[in-house]
């Protein structure tokens, strides 16, 4: 029997998605880790290749987390297909912040640090709850202010602000599952 979409949104819903933020956390930990003890250069190519892991240290973590990403055996669920685009554009944004860092490479943390966090968004409407719109407005503002506001350290501050943001996120996804199991 075919599901609706609805139901499948609500199985989506429910799931736990501590292992992409997870990751994400671990990776701009990192990144924030270079800016301190690396120079530039290596700096920039830890966003890059950092940046374009998470999705795959996510799909490593979903195994210790529970929610298992590459399990064949769970029903085919459209909001996962829908998640993936999202993941496909924040990707894609790097046309964005490639050209803008030819121009000036500490455009980077501001661009891939802003771009990649749309994803946040349709996030929220998927599962109906705001800590996607928490993680995309907050990241996006505070990402801005400062690269505006600490041009010398913007490898190191930017990085870090966006590792709060996760453990907020991580925090508030957490509180949302527990809610959840409440019935509240």
């Known amino acids: 029997m075919k599901r609706t979409l609805e139901v499948q949104r609500i199985e989506f819903s429910n799931g736990k998605f501590m ?3 997870l990751s994400g956390l671990i990776v701009w930990t990192l990144i924030g880790l270079c800016g301190i003890f690396f120079s530039p250069m290596v700096a920039v190519w830890s966003i890059f290749i950092g940046t374009g892991s998470i999705v795959y240290l996510g799909l490593f973590l979903s195994k ?3 929610e298992h990403f590459m399990d ?3 029903p085919k669920n459209e909001f996962d297909g829908l ?3 999202t993941v496909a554009q ?3 944004v790097y046309s964005i912040a490639i050209p803008f860092f030819l121009l000036d490479y500490t455009s980077l943390p501001l ?3 802003i771009l990649t966090g749309l994803m946040w968004l349709p996030f929220s409407w998927i599962v109906k709850h705001w800590v996607g719109i928490f993680h995309t407005m907050t990241r996006t503002a505070v990402v801005l202010f400062l690269w505006y506001l600490l041009p010398e350290y913007r490898f190191v501050a930017i990085p870090f602000a966006i590792v709060f943001i996760y ?3 991580l925090f ?3 509180q949302r599952g527990k809610a959840d199991i409440k019935g509240v």
């Open 167 to 169: 453990l907020a996120t």
């Open 83 to 85: 998640f993936m685009f």
């Open 72 to 74: 064949k055996s769970k």
């Open 64 to 66: 210790f987390t529970g």
């Open 172 to 174: 508030i996804l957490n």
């Open 111 to 113: 661009s891939v640090g």
């Open 90 to 92: 924040a990707v894609l």
């Open 19 to 21: 292992a992409t933020p």
